[in-house]
């Protein structure tokens, strides 16, 4: 029987639009620091750099800022010998993730189906995201806070999923064991392949159908949800 139902932000909960166009415009605002910086790497090789940066985790010594991607800004600043002007790479962040932040949208379906599952099972959120403020704002500014408890955002606990440690707090939080909870996501990894690991029922959500040769259970659309949590 399922007592609580886990859920991914972004791609599960929020709804991706152009993700090439919105990633390209987002990495713009890290390249543009970086350029008043002194710096004025091609695109393309700038992309290289930064998707490693980003992908990486900070090492305890680096991890010194408010957040996590703050931290990794700074660490790409120093990877082109350029001095560490946290008032920049800040500039840089919210730049990136105001760009990206137009590519989101909610679907119709969220809403009702978060108000449905709460009736009858606990509700969480388990994000990955390196800079929890703009989570806690995306989540206030759409009035979704109201139905989860608990939320947990990796860049407020450093640990990302597909980390075990993320899931058992989760699911400590809720009160269940892992085989009581279903947790959806978007992404095969982190979200499927955590869950699993750790005992939990997983069904992916792939609104775009990235995933066509996926063979476990799947959602096209959240509100399709409902059906298999009673399953």
């Known amino acids: 029987m399922i007592k ?136 206030a500014r759409l009035d979704l806070a109201q139905h989860f408890d608990p939320i947990l955002i990796s860049g407020e606990l450093r640990i990302d999923k597909p980390d075990p440690r993320i899931f058992a707090r989760a699911l400590d939080a809720v009160g269940c064991a892992p085989e009581e909870a279903l947790f959806v996501g978007d992404s095969l990894d982190t979200d499927i392949g955590g869950a699993r690991a750790v005992g939990c029922r997983a069904v992916l959500i792939d609104m775009q159908g990235r995933h066509p040769d996926y063979g476990g259970e799947r959602i096209a659309a959240l509100g399709e949800l409902i059906g298999l949590v009673e399953c």
């Open 4 to 139: 609580a139902v886990l859920f991914d932000l972004f791609g599960t909960v929020i709804a991706y639009g152009d993700i090439e166009a919105g990633t390209r415009e987002a990495w713009d605002g890290i390249l543009d620091a970086l350029r008043v910086l002194g710096a004025d790497p091609p695109y393309e090789a700038f992309a290289v750099d930064w998707q490693a940066q980003f992908i990486t985790p900070l090492r305890p010594e680096e991890d010194t800022e408010e957040t996590p991607f703050l931290g990794k800004v700074l660490r790409l600043f120093r990877s082109y010998g350029l001095p560490e002007d946290r008032d920049m790479a800040l500039q840089g962040v919210n730049a990136c993730i105001s760009a990206w932040d137009r590519h989101l949208a909610l679907p119709d379906d969220v809403v009702p189906t978060l108000r449905a599952l709460r009736e009858r099972h606990a509700v969480a959120l388990v994000s990955n995201f390196d800079h929890p403020p703009y989570v806690r704002h995306l989540l």
